[in-house]
């Protein structure tokens, strides 16, 4: 996501203006939904809106069209007036077919502009905010659940659901009015039994809202074994090991668990619906049978009788149907503005998109008596860490698995803050650095590093993507990590594509993908090279292959290896042992092999693995 949205150019002025709207942290509702579709497409979405009420609003007209069409007809059939006066009063019932015809047209291409305006200018916004996140938040489940629900498309389906029903309304209105003037008793009965309906369908929304929150961890669940069945990369082990018959029933498991919950739901809510729709058909009956006395002593004409059953009916229908839907749809829609609006507040960091500046020098590390613990854990990872780091020498820093290693390095690139103690580069507390000031300091293999399916050259270059990356450093790169007669045998070199989603891409193995992961951190011009067990699948004989190689390539950087074997150990000055969340022992291997402490024994139970 960061690097999607440091590589898109959409700081153009209006766009910067409406992202600071977008953006800001407060409480949002409904009708934020709808000025923010209103910024993204002005004038698309004035023309959808005023469509939409003129439209509905000229419905209440076309009942007296069409009475005086029918009446008019049937003057003629009493030969009361000529076959002219048919066509006249014909006419304005064309015009009528024809605007409804056209408007909905239109509104067809405004929904298409208000779409695209929400992709370009709304749903960039949102990642950015995604990017910005920090990353406590994406290793919080019910956090993974909510980002999960955010999408920008759901802030024009908000604005289609509100100035539909507002045009349902005008319709409604102008419906009622026609009727107090012939039955006004039916009038009030229609807004008397429209009240519980209101009431039934807000309530439905919110529970089904709720139900589709309660099952978001289910869903994910069910969407990961859906991926393990469809996707490539599992296919051959799929096919071996024939586990596609259990993975099955656990995807069907977690799917019947969601359908269950929502269905339950649903028909908790929708009797009642069902039933409140029930008595407005009973009403719009009686209405009928109402307006035929009227119709019979004059005092409405029989084109009038006809045109109201007609649009009655087709109230009553839309009544069951559209506009119950619409008022759930809108008590969902409240329900996703408070979920919006606590996405809008989780902490986030704007410098997370920014470039990075990169430093030109690096004296010295220092964690200073660092404590830490997880968000929403009790267990004290880290309970006093200090080391110093200086510029120019190989550290390793070893200890088992689950001792707090990658934890260090989580905080000193400032993924996260100690809850104690401090962390200093050259002097200066890491929480008083600008963030891409602070990582510009950094280039780090990670032990689950990306794999990106994008091209080759883009691979190497992520890692500092406003650097000129000319084919020149990009080939001395390769060479340094042994791809260069690989990559240039490809017919499109480093333009090459890697993934099998495009249509030329290439495979590469976990060796070459290792290969280009090291590549990338070398082109990133950090001051200190952090290799975080990328090699923990790997043999112990290749890992201390791959960590010569390393020390090779950063014979002048200053470098962290952090591994819970060995291998790392010889090509370092310094190890730190860390065990129980201190550093129990450090040294160079000749000292702590001495010392014949902890690092003594973890080398005599490793020992026969390098031999």
Same mark, same amino acid.
């Given at each position: 996501l960061r690097f999607i949205t440091l590589s898109v150019p959409f700081a153009e002025r209006r766009f910067?203006?409406?992202?600071?709207?977008?953006?800001?942290?407060?409480?949002?509702?409904?009708?934020?939904?709808?000025?923010?579709?209103?910024?993204?497409?002005?004038?698309?979405?004035?023309?959808?809106?005023?469509?939409?009420?003129?439209?509905?609003?000229?419905?209440?007209?076309?009942?007296? =069209?069409?009475?005086? &069409?029918?009446? /008019? $007809?049937?003057?003629?059939?009493?030969?009361?007036? @000529?076959?002219?006066?048919?066509? #006249?009063?014909?006419?304005?019932?064309?015009?009528?077919?024809?605007?409804?015809?056209?408007?909905?047209?239109?509104?067809?291409?405004?929904?298409?502009?208000?779409?695209?305006?929400?992709?370009?200018?709304?749903?960039?916004?949102?990642?950015?905010?995604?990017?910005?996140?920090?990353?406590?938040?994406?290793?919080?489940?019910?956090?993974?659940?909510?980002?999960?629900?955010?999408?920008?498309n759901n802030f024009l389906w908000i604005f289609r659901n509100i100035i539909t029903f507002i045009g349902f309304c005008v319709k409604l209105i102008g419906?009622?009015?026609?009727?107090?003037?012939?039955?006004?008793?039916?009038?009030?009965? =229609?807004?008397?039994? &429209?009240?519980? /309906? $209101?009431?039934?369908?807000?309530?439905?929304?919110? @529970?089904?809202?709720?139900?589709? #929150?309660?099952?978001?961890?289910?869903?994910?669940?069910?969407?990961y074994y859906s991926g393990i069945l469809e996707s490539r990369e599992a296919a051959a082990e799929r096919i071996l090991f024939q586990y596609s018959g259990q993975v099955n029933e656990t995807w069907k498991d977690e799917y019947n668990f969601s359908v269950k919950k929502i269905l339950k739901t649903r028909l908790k809510w929708d009797l009642r619906q069902r039933l409140g729709s029930l008595s407005i058909i009973i009403l719009t009956f009686i209405i009928m049978l109402s307006l035929l006395f009227p119709a019979l002593d004059g005092t409405i004409t029989i084109g009038m009788y006809i045109a109201l059953i007609g649009n009655c009916s087709q109230l009553a229908f839309k009544m069951q149907w559209m506009f119950v839907g619409k008022l759930e749809s809108i008590a969902k829609d409240r329900e996703y503005c408070r979920e919006f609006s606590k996405f809008i507040l989780l902490s986030s960091n704007p410098d997370y998109t920014k470039s990075p500046r990169f430093a030109d020098i690096l004296l010295k590390i220092e964690?200073?008596?660092?404590?830490?613990?997880?968000?929403?854990?009790?267990?004290?990872?880290?309970?006093?860490?200090?080391?110093i780091m200086e510029s120019g020498k190989h550290y390793a820093l070893v200890g088992s698995n689950g001792s707090g290693k990658t934890t260090i390095i989580k905080l000193l690139t400032g993924l996260y803050k100690p809850d104690s103690g401090e962390i200093l580069i050259n002097g200066i507390n890491i929480c008083d650095l600008e963030y891409q000031e602070l990582v510009g300091f950094f280039s780090v293999v990670y032990q689950d590093y990306a794999r990106y399916n994008i091209s080759i050259r883009e691979n190497l270059t992520i890692g500092d993507i406003q650097a000129n990356n000319s084919d020149n450093q990009l080939d001395d790169i390769l060479h340094k990590v042994e791809l260069f007669e690989y990559v240039h045998k490809l017919p499109d070199g480093y333009d090459t594509k890697i993934g099998k989603v495009y249509e030329n891409g290439i495979d590469m193995s976990g060796g070459e993908w290792q290969k280009?992961?090291?590549?990338?951190?070398?082109?990133?011009?950090?001051?200190?090279?952090?290799?975080?067990?990328?090699?923990?699948?790997?043999?112990?004989?290749?890992?201390?292959?791959?960590?010569?190689?390393?020390?090779?390539?950063?014979?002048?950087?200053?470098?962290?290896?952090?591994?819970?074997?060995?291998?790392?150990t010889k090509l370092s000055d310094i190890i730190f042992v860390i065990d129980e969340g201190i550093i129990k022992e450090q040294g160079s291997r000749d000292e702590l092999l001495r010392k014949g402490g902890l690092y003594y024994e973890m080398f005599n139970s490793q020992k026969e693995w390098y031999q």
């Open positions: 910067i203006k409406m992202k600071k709207i977008l953006l800001a942290e407060k409480k949002y509702n409904l009708l934020d939904s709808v000025f923010y579709i209103f910024r993204a497409a002005p004038v698309a979405s004035l023309i959808y809106i005023l469509l939409q009420l003129a439209g509905n609003a000229l419905v209440p007209l076309s009942v007296y =069209i069409t009475a005086n &069409f029918l009446d /008019t $007809v049937q003057a003629y059939l009493e030969n009361s007036v @000529a076959i002219q006066s048919v066509f #006249v009063s014909l006419l304005p019932l064309l015009i009528y077919l024809v605007l409804d015809w056209t408007w909905y047209s239109f509104q067809g291409l405004c929904d298409t502009k208000m779409d695209n305006a929400v992709s370009l200018r709304l749903n960039p916004l949102i990642l950015q905010k995604k990017a910005q996140l920090d990353y406590k938040h994406y290793e919080n489940d019910a956090t993974a659940d909510l980002l999960k629900r955010i999408d920008s419906i009622i009015i026609i009727l107090f003037t012939s039955v006004w008793w039916a009038a009030i009965l =229609i807004v008397i039994f &429209f009240i519980p /309906t $209101v009431s039934i369908a807000t309530k439905s929304g919110k @529970a089904n809202y709720q139900a589709n #929150v309660e099952i978001s961890k289910n869903q994910r669940k069910a969407d964690f200073k008596d660092v404590h830490f613990t997880y968000p929403g854990t009790e267990r004290k990872i880290l309970n006093g860490v200090s080391f280009i992961a090291l590549g990338r951190a070398i082109n990133r011009p950090g001051q200190l090279f952090i290799l975080d067990e990328p090699t923990a699948a790997l043999s112990p004989q290749t890992e201390s292959k791959l960590y010569e190689k390393f020390g090779y390539i950063t014979k002048d950087k200053t470098t962290l290896f952090i591994s819970h074997r060995l291998g790392s």
